[in-house]
C-alpha cells in the first residue's frame, strides 16, 4: 500500500537561490534587448543607406520604400527626414515635401541641409521672403569655411538688398578695425624697438663708449621722431663726450710741457680752446 508522506519545502533556505536565478533571468531579458535594439537600428540604418543609393541613381519610389522601412523599424533622424524631403520634391509632391524639410529641422536644429533646401524650394516658387529667411539661417548657423555658408551669402545679396547692405558695412567696419589694430600692434612694435635702442645706448655711454651709444639712440630717434627723451641722451652724450675728449687732451699737453715740448703744449691747448662747448648742458635726469 502506497503511504503519501508530506514535503516540508524550507523556502527561507531556498531565498537566495531564488533570487539568484531572478537576477539571471533580468540580466538575460536585458541583453537580449540591447541585441534586439542594435539589430534594429543597423538594419534601419542599412535601409536608409539602400533609398539613399537608389534616390541618388533616380529611383525615386525605391528610395521611398527603402525610407518606409527605416522609419518602421524607428529610424527618426534629420537625415532621413530630409532625404525624404528631396525625393518628395523631385516627385513634385510639395506638401510633402515641405512636411519632411520641416520635420527635419524639428529633430535637430544644426542639421543645415533642410534649410538650404527650404531656400531653394520657395526660392523655385517665387516666395522670395520665405526663401530668404531660409537662406539667412543656412547662413548664420553656418561655420566659417562651409561653401554652403558663401552661396547662401550669394543668394542673400541677389535676393535682399538690405542684406547686401549691411554686409559691406559689416566688412567695412571689420576691415577698419582690423587695420586700427594692426596699426596700434605695429607702433606699440616700434615703441619696443625705440625703447631697445635706447637702453642699449644708455649702456654704451655708461661704459664711456660715446660715439657707439650717440649712434643707437639716432637710431631711436629714427623710429620715434622728436623724441624729448631721446634728443636729451644725445645731447647729454655729445657733451659727455666734448667733456671727455678736452679731459684726455688736457692730459696730453700737460705731459708735454712736463717734458719740455712747450711749443707742442701750446698748440695743444689752443686747440683744446676751440673744442669747449659755448653753453652748458643740462645733465641732471
Known sequence: ?????PIHVDIKGLRPLLVLILILVVSLFAF?????????????EEYRLKGYAEQKKGNLHEALTYYS???????KSAVIYNDIGVVYEEMGVDLRALEFYKKAINV?????????NL?????????????IKFFLKRFQLAPDGDPWKEKARAELYELDPKFKRDAVRHEVRKLNH??????????????IRANNHY???????????????????GKALAITPENPKILKAIKRAKYNQQIDDIKKRTEDAIKQLESGEVKSAKQKFQQILTIIPSEPVQLSK
Request: hydrophobic letters at 40%; proline letters at 1%.
Open 1 to 5: 500500500m502506497f503511504m503519501y508522506y
Open 32 to 44: 537580449q534587448s540591447e541585441v534586439f535594439a542594435d539589430t534594429f537600428d543597423n538594419t534601419a
Open 69 to 75: 522601412k527605416a522609419m518602421s523599424l524607428g529610424l
Open 108 to 116: 535637430d536644429k544644426q542639421y543645415l541641409a533642410p534649410y538650404t
Open 119 to 131: 531656400a531653394y524650394f520657395y526660392k523655385d516658387r517665387n516666395d522670395e521672403k520665405q526663401s
Open 178 to 191: 582690423e587695420i586700427a589694430v594692426k596699426a596700434q600692434q605695429e607702433f606699440e612694435l616700434q615703441i
Open 199 to 217: 637702453l642699449q645706448g644708455q649702456k654704451l655711454v655708461a661704459g664711456k663708449q660715446w660715439q657707439a651709444g650717440i649712434e643707437e639712440f
